[in-house]
Nanobody, 124 residues
């Protein structure tokens, strides 16, 4: 069984930065793509970013392109989301997901395990 645990969320002012982390318990972490999604109350989960198994390919939602950066450290079985120039509309619960294969994009059904989420609130 794979467990994903997110951390790093919190309250930040508009224009600020946060770095989210997601640690995996699975032995096969380095073989799988990883992704970040977010969700606000009453809305469906929204794709944010994805990274291939080796980190060489990344994919972003248009709404975060140029502001967010996804990265991974396979030695630590962890994936990260660096969020800069945060806006109030970035407020959401952020989830990391494990891709079913080595590459994934924005389709939620490409992911088979999810973390419990971490709250990010952007407000002055």
């Amino acid at each position: 069984q794979v467990q994903l645990v997110e951390s790093g969320g919190g309250l930040v002012q508009p224009g600020g930065s946060l770095r989210l982390s997601c640690a995996s318990s699975g032995r096969t972490f380095s073989s799988h793509s990883m992704g970040w999604f977010r969700q606000t109350p009453g809305k469906e989960r929204e794709f944010v970013a994805a990274i291939s198994w080796h980190g060489g390919r990344t994919y972003y939602a248009d709404s975060v392109k140029g502001r967010f950066t996804i990265s991974r450290d396979n030695a630590k079985s962890s994936v990260y989301l660096q969020m800069n120039s945060l806006k109030p509309e970035d407020t959401a619960v952020y989830y990391c997901g494990r891709g079913r294969g080595s590459y994934s994009s924005g389709d939620e059904y490409e992911y088979d395990y999810w973390g419990q989420g971490t709250q990010v609130t952007v407000s002055s």
